[in-house]
């Protein structure tokens, strides 16, 4: 549930801004690749579930109408492929490689960006909105990178909860037998 708000008020106010002080730039910033891949991460598969609710969070704040909402959603469902990789590579695997770890975020961007231009296509946009979704989303392509780079290797963060909690409990566990 944190990182749902966590989200949703970010989102909100990265949107916003963008809106108030970048308003005639080509390019848009999200954080929701980013803190997806790291609920991806974290849970597995609701992480799907956490990019709609960064679709939602980027069509309120924007005043998106049905039909976006419709893309944005839907086009971010696509980041299903982490889960995918995670199950093919494995969390851990991934999380301990910075290569694995670079093209995690990656894939969390360019899925929904993906996914957001196929949808809009099914519209009947063309699917000439998949370079657009791309193009205009690069910096948030990039940002995801960095995050997911950075979050690695913060304790617990880009982990398993599973597994970070039977770490936790295993290492205090033997604190307490040496004591």
Known sequence: MFWSILLFVFEFIVVKAGFVWFSNQLWTLSIVPALTAIVYMRWGIYGVFYSVIGGIAICFASGA??????????????????????????????RESVLASIVFGLVSA??????????????????????????????????????VWIARKL?????????????????????????
């Open 110 to 147: 360019l899925s929904m960006q993906i996914g957001r231009g196929v949808v809009s296509a099914l519209f009947g946009n063309g699917f000439d909105m998949i370079v657009s979704f791309i193009a205009t989303d690069i910096i948030s392509t990039l940002f995801a990178v960095i995050i």
């Open 155 to 179: 304790d617990g963060v880009f982990e398993d909860q599973i597994s970070y909690l039977v770490r936790v409990n295993n290492e205090e566990k033997d604190k307490g037998g040496r004591e």
């Open 65 to 94: 109408n049905n039909q976006q909402y419709l893309i944005y959603c839907l086009g971010n469902m696509f980041s299903v492929v982490l889960f995918l990789m995670e199950k093919l590579i494995g969390k851990e695997k991934i």
